[in-house]
């Protein structure tokens, strides 16, 4: 009876060991929320490696269209530059081609030369460097000293006309050739004609 009070006793004491060390242990497996959350914190984030190879591409590619940009505003300047200068070459050889013409002895503008010369002076206007040297002519007829005059008087006339017309009076020069420069050598009306004039020319 005894050895049997005894054995329960001891097996007693045994399973109560026994409950005692699985609630230890899993006590310990029992996380804390709290720590959880601290260490979850405390984790580095994962940081992504640049992608160096792109990152070059797109920079080379901006590069190539901002070259390619620069390229274009320059062809297209240089090309507006070009349609400029090649209109004011025109534009120059008309003012110089266009010739005043004038009755026989006569220093007085026709209603045709009045109107040449008002786009010569807006041509003048226009055109701010240029200084202008206005060449009187005369035709064959005539003595070399009267002639002469004659082709003064011309030049001055043309030279008052755009002057009313707001062409600055410094700009302007006034020469005459009288007889010395004909443009035809024959003695003919129609050449009597041509050479009667007054022509101009840009410096």
Sequence with gaps: MKNTSATILILSLMVAVTCM????????????????EMNEEKK??????????????NIKITEENRRLEAERALAAKLEK???????????????????IYFEFDSSQLSDKGKEQLREKAAWIEANSEPHITIEGHCDRRGTVEYNLALGERRALFVKKYLI???VPQNRMTCLSFGEEKPVSMAEDQQSHEKNRRVKFRVQ
């Design 21 to 36: 060390g699985t609630a230890c242990a899993k006590k310990n497996l029992i996380t804390d929320p709290a720590t959880t």
């Design 44 to 57: 580095p984030e994962t940081v992504m490696a640049p992608d160096v190879p792109k990152i070059e591409e």
């Design 81 to 99: 530059e070009g349609r400029a200068a090649e209109k004011r070459v025109k534009e120059t050889a008309l003012f110089i081609n266009e010739i």
């Design 164 to 166: 009313d017309l707001g």
